[in-house]
Each structure stands twice: as C-alpha cells, then as structure tokens.
C-alpha cells in the first residue's frame, strides 16, 4: 500500500460505486459495505495509534529472515475509536439480512449488558486465537465468521496505521513468500497485473499488498505446475480462480487488465463471492477468512 490513507478511501469508495452499478444483483451486500467503508473512513481520521517499537536493524533482520515486520501482538489499537466503531458496524448489521441482523441485535446487547468483553475479543482476533473466538461466539449463540469479521471491521483503522507506520520504515519489495511481509496473514485474494502478469496479493488480515512469487501456490508453497490450474467463472474474464491440488487450496485472482483496480481488491473480493462458493463446491479451500464473515 503506502498511499496516503484518505486516497485509499476514496479509491475503495470509487471502486464500490462503480461495481454497484455494474453488478446490481449485489447491491445488498455492496451497500453494506460502502456504510462500513463509510464509518470505518470517519473513524480512521480519529485513531491515533501509540508508535511500534522496532528498531531499525531489528527490522531489516526480520526481512532477511523471511518473518514479518509485526508480531500479531504488537499490533497497536485505538481502544476507544475500535470500540465505537464496533457498535456503529453492529449497528449497521442490524438493517441487514437475517444472519446479519441477529448477530448484530445480539452483540449490541452484550455489549450493553457486559456479557461481551471487546477487550478480550479484539485480543483474540489479533492473535488469530480460534479457541477464543470460538467460545465467544459459542456463548452469545452468533456465527464465528460473524463474530470474527465485525470485530475485524473495527480495527480495520487501527491495523491500516499500523501498517502505515511500519511499511515504509524497511525495505520489504524482493520479499519472496506467499504470506504478507508486514503481519504474516495470507492473501484474501491477487491481481494480476500488467503484461507481465505480475500478481500483487491484498493480505487478508492488515490490507498490505505484495507482489507474490510466481507459479507457486502462496499457501502451500509447491511449484509444481501440474498441480496448479486456474478457471474463469461463467461468461466472466475479470475473476479467475486459481487451485492447488497439493493443498486444495485456492486464490481468487482479479485480472486487472479487463478492469477493476489492484488497490481496490477487498471491494472486488466481495463481489466475487460466487467464486468462493464455486471454488467450495468444487471441494477447494479458501485459507483466508471472508471480510465480511458471509
Ligand atoms: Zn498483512
Ligand atoms: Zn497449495
């Protein structure tokens, strides 16, 4: 990434609207998101993140070493503007499909109550700690990918001026893996990009893109190219998903040269949630969670 955070807005937005026109039988689910995007905007110009401590040398070793820049535990979060945020998202839901609207009721209640600990929560979804999580979502009866993607939402600000601070500090552009240099988390979708086809990935888990190594499955890392193959959705060239048949997994990848915008991938990985569910039904995987949680 590392443009100024208020152009990634408007990028985002932009893209939205364009694909709301395009695609209206998704308006649901875009319209949702562009009122997320919308207070997670607002909320960006509020959070003010405490500096990441980590010196210079420490991150250029961490680089050479081929592990991220940030441990998900030294993420930094704007307690305060995470935790408006949260009720503002869990009150959009509330407008929303059904699934949407009974997690959205319930975890505005518990919150009102003090039976949801956000602290706690907002911890486990940082560390990635699935057993906690789990146990949330178990307890107040809300599906875990729900559970996960609204807490997600809400430190969507925070993780970006994370990120922000630290990706410009070290050099990172000849990483090599299939996992982001900045977090570790693994692409929530590519672009292709350019003749070349150079894939840039958007991380699933801080928004930070890096170009991935080619002809190699990100998740599983084989290179083998019989087991690696890609398919187009029906009478669409703009989405392909490329399989590994090593690790079952799969990537949505947008081919930038028939539209859209790299920048804008977490717009475009809503709006390809056909492909996911193909991809399942074809038995494949996808390694990284939805942005959404639906
Ligand atoms: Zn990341
Ligand atoms: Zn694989």
Known sequence: MIEPLDEFYKRMTHRLNQLRQERTELEEILAFYAKVLAAQQETQQETAIP????????????????????????????????????????????????VLKGAGKILLEAMETGKLDLVKLTTAVLQDDAEVIEGVANDLDVPVPVVQALTKLSLQPSLLASVQAVAQRTAINDWQYGYCPVCGGLPAMAALVGEEGKREALCSFCGHFWQLPRLMCPFCSTDKQEDLRYFHGEGDDLYRVYVCEQCRGYLKVMDTREGGDARTLAVDDVASGHLDLLAEEEGYQRKAPRLLGI
Do not use: T, W, Y
């Open 51 to 98: 500096e990441i401590d980590l010196p210079e040398d420490r991150l250029r070793l961490k680089v050479e070493e081929g592990f991220p820049l940030i441990d998900r535990g030294d993420f930094q979060v704007d307690k305060d503007s995470s935790r408006e945020l949260f009720l503002r998202i869990c009150h959009l839901s509330m407008a929303e499909n059904p």
